[in-house]
Each structure stands twice: as C-alpha cells, then as structure tokens.
C-alpha cells in the first residue's frame, strides 16, 4: 500500500504520486531494471555533459541519485529499528559538488547504483508491515520507514524525467 499523506512531509508528496504501484518491492525492482535499460547504453561523453551552466552532469546527476538512495536507506534502517532521536538533514548541492564525479567511469557509477539498489531492496523485503508503518523523524520531518521507500522509487523517476528532458533528448 503507499504511503497516506500524513507518513511524510508534503515536500516528498510529488515524488511518491509518481509511484505506479502500490507494492514497494516491485517498483524498487522496477525501476532497477529500467536505470539499467537506460543507462548502461550510454557513453562517457553523455555522461560529462551539462545542458546548462552550473547545473549537474549527467555522472553527477547519477551519484546524486547514489547518495540520496544511501541516505534515505539509512534513514529508513534507523527508523525501523526503533531510533528515537532526530535523523540529519544533508544540503545535496555539497554533496554533488564532491562526489568528484570527474574522477569516477560511467561504468563504475552505475555497477554502484546496482550495488545501492540490491541492498535497498534486500533491507525493505525483510522489514515487516510494521516496521514499514513506524514513524521517525528527519530533517526536523515525521516520516514512515514507508514512505522512505516510496521516495526512493519517486526520486529516481522525478531524476529520470529530468535527464530525459533536459539531458538525453538535447544531445
């Protein structure tokens, strides 16, 4: 079932109504298959390009999606194990401006987001309904461990939107 509008802040709403489904497990799934479908035909000469200054590359783009699903994976572990205190924020523009993207293969960044993604999905298959229904808080937000999940899956396709829009079809 997805998650009700009180399991989150209205911030994430959007990501999680681009959700289709209402079995996490199989969107998580989903759209593993559909980041590899994409993005394992692409080359390093797509994945450094910018379609506008200042904005992210497509390898940055990617590691951004890495660190997010990360993020968002630990904050759910925590919540469903009971954690109490207050889970941090994180300002995504510092992130992405130190992946050093340039650095790292095309290749290497996406066997990482297939790495990411097996223990997402591995971590929310062995959580219970009720450990998908605990609520913790993050960011100075109350949010379900459900919720989380459907971020996960949201946030990837607001991403992949975007770098159908603004990236692939400029090229």
């Known amino acids: 079932m997805k998650p009700l509008?009180?399991?989150?802040?209205?911030?994430?709403?959007?990501?999680?109504?681009?959700?289709?489904?209402?079995d996490l497990i199989v969107e998580l799934k989903k759209t593993k298959t559909n980041f590899q479908t994409e993005f394992f035909k692409l080359d390093d000469a797509i994945a450094n390009y910018q379609y506008a200054p200042d904005k992210w590359t497509v390898k940055e783009l990617l590691l951004h999606l890495?660190?997010?699903?990360?993020?968002?994976?630990?904050?759910?572990?925590?919540?469903?194990?009971?954690?109490?205190?207050?889970?941090?924020?994180?300002?995504?523009?510092?992130?992405?401006?130190?992946?050093?993207a340039e650095k790292r293969t095309l290749q290497g960044i996406l066997e990482e987001f297939l790495a990411v993604r097996a223990s997402t999905i591995v971590l929310f298959e062995n959580l219970d309904k009720q450990d998908l229904l605990r609520i913790g808080?993050?960011?100075?937000?109350?949010?379900?461990?459900?919720?989380?999940?459907?971020?996960?899956?949201?946030?990837?396709?607001?991403?992949?939107?975007?770098?159908?829009?603004?990236?692939?079809?400029r090229l």
Not at 85 to 90: C, M
Not at 140 to 147: P, T
Not at 149 to 168: A, D, P, S, T, W
């Open 5 to 22: 509008p009180n399991e989150s802040s209205t911030y994430y709403h959007s990501y999680i109504d681009t959700v289709s489904s209402t």
């Open 66 to 100: 890495i660190d997010c699903e990360r993020i968002f994976a630990y904050r759910a572990l925590c919540i469903a194990r009971g954690e109490q205190q207050g889970l941090p924020g994180f300002e995504e523009n510092d992130y992405a401006k130190n992946c050093k």
């Open 137 to 169: 808080k993050a960011n100075g937000n109350e949010i379900s461990v459900r919720a989380i999940g459907f971020i996960i899956v949201g946030h990837q396709n607001h991403h992949f939107k975007i770098l159908e829009e603004r990236y692939l079809r």
